[in-house]
Antibody
Framework: DVQLQESGPGLVKPSQTVSLTCTVT??????????WSWIRQFPGNKLEWIGY???????TYNPSLTSRTTITRDTSKNQFFLEMNSLTAEDTATYYC???????????WGQGTLVTVSA | DIKMTQSPSSMYASLGERVTITCKAS??????LSWFQQKPGKSPKTLIY???RLVDGVPSRFSGSGSGQDYSLTISSLEYEDMGIYYC?????????FGAGTKLELK
């Protein structure tokens, strides 16, 4: 059974960088033509797609975030990561990792990790 | 970016009622549209993809329709467990973009 689990620091100061981890179990992140995504949900419920790393390692970003976002992976640990810099209060959100299904985007989701940007 | 305008933003409905939520894209998205359901404190769940195809395990009271710019999600007979927030997602073009959500509550 595919499972995703996010982890991160919870509270980050403005202008700093946050690093989040998505740990995947039940399938290797290097198989199956799947896309491993990051999505965030702001207070008030708006959803924003951040980007994904393909099983091959190719990365696609939301152009609005590409200048301060990096997605990477560690295949030996079956994890992928999100790093976002120059944080402001407007980056306060719940960050989800997700994977597509065979035909649909975002079929498998983690439970989300709240990132609060505050001094 | 493709803008997804979802309506209504919130609604109240009765058990057994037929409910329809709509999403209008700012351009033709070629039926590359999914619908999600989110319950409080939970991650979103995919209900429908490619505008009208039900994900395995989703009850048949859910259906999707539409083409071009205009799409809808219908619940044929509302059940209590259907309360939550519903989102559309277009995946015709990057960046992927979501509708703002429809909060469905019990009347």
């Amino acid at each position: 059974d595919v499972q995703l689990q996010e982890s991160g620091p919870g509270l980050v100061k403005p202008s700093q960088t946050v690093s989040l981890t998505c740990t995947v179990t039940g399938i290797s992140i290097t198989t199956g033509n799947y896309r491993w995504s990051w999505i965030r949900q702001f207070p008030g419920n708006k959803l924003e797609w951040i980007g994904y790393i393909y099983y091959s390692g190719t990365i696609t970003y939301n152009p609005s975030l590409t200048s301060r976002t990096t997605i990477t992976r560690d295949t030996s640990k079956n994890q992928f990561f999100l790093e976002m810099n120059s944080l402001t209060a407007e980056d306060t959100a719940t960050y989800y990792c997700a994977r597509d299904g065979n035909y649909a985007w975002f079929v498998y989701w983690g439970q989300g990790t709240l990132v609060t940007v505050s001094a | 970016d493709i803008k997804m305008t979802q309506s209504p933003s919130s609604m109240y409905a009765s058990l057994g009622e037929r409910v329809t939520i709509t999403c209008k894209a700012s351009q033709d998205i070629n039926s590359y549209l999914s619908w999600f359901q989110q319950k409080p404190g939970k991650s979103p769940k995919t209900l429908i993809y490619r505008a009208n195809r039900l994900v395995d395990g989703v009850p048949s009271r859910f259906s999707g329709s539409g083409s071009g710019q205009d799409y809808s999600l219908t619940i044929s007979s509302l059940e209590y467990e259907d309360m939550g927030i519903y989102y559309c997602l277009q995946y015709d073009e990057f960046p992927l973009t979501f509708g703002a959500g429809t909060k469905l509550e019990l009347k």
